[in-house]
C-alpha cells in the first residue's frame, strides 16, 4: 500500500504560483500513473495532470500552459507547478496513483479508476 501525502497549497493572488508535492512512504511511485485531480465546493472531482512511468505528461485543456507535472524519482515525490493561477483554479488538490496509464479514449483517465489517494491539499485563488 502506498500513503500519498500532498504538501503546498495555499492562499494566493491571481497570476500567481504555486507548487503543489506529493510525496510516496512506501513504494517508488515511478512505477505507476500519477495523477494530481481537483475538487470545488459543489463540483465533481476533476483530473487535471498525469504523469506516467515512463514519464509521459498530460493536462487537462485549461491547465495547458500554466501547469507543469514533474517526477523526481530520488525523492519519490511527484509536483504540480502551477504558474498564472485564476481563481477558477482554486479547490482542493488531490494526488492519485494507478498500475496503469494516464489516458483512457484520449482523455484523463478519471478518479474512480485510481485506488490510492492522498488526503488532498487547498488551494484559493484570491485578491
Known amino acids: 500500500q502506498v500513503h500519498l501525502v500532498e504538501s503546498g497549497g495555499g492562499l494566493v493572488q491571481p497570476g500567481g504560483s504555486l507548487r503543489l508535492s506529493c510525496s510516496a512512504s512506501?513504494?517508488?511511485?515511478?512505477?505507476?500513473?500519477v495523477g494530481w485531480f481537483r475538487q470545488a465546493p459543489g463540483k465533481e472531482r476533476e483530473g487535471v495532470s498525469c504523469?506516467?512511468?515512463?514519464?509521459?505528461?498530460f493536462y487537462l485543456d485549461s491547465v495547458k500552459g500554466r501547469f507543469t507535472i514533474t517526477r523526481d524519482s530520488a525523492k519519490n515525490t511527484v509536483f504540480l507547478q502551477m504558474n498564472s493561477l485564476k481563481a477558477e483554479d482554486t479547490a482542493i488538490y488531490y494526488c492519485?496513483?494507478?498500475?496503469?496509464?494516464?489516458?483512457?479514449?484520449?482523455?484523463?483517465?478519471?478518479?474512480?479508476?485510481?485506488?490510492?489517494w492522498g488526503q488532498g491539499t487547498q488551494v484559493t485563488v484570491s485578491s
Open positions: 492519485a496513483k494507478r498500475n496503469d496509464g494516464c489516458i483512457s479514449y484520449g482523455k484523463l483517465v478519471g478518479p474512480r479508476a485510481y485506488a490510492d
Open positions: 504523469i506516467n512511468s515512463v514519464g509521459n505528461t
Open positions: 512506501e513504494d517508488a511511485l515511478h512505477y505507476y500513473a
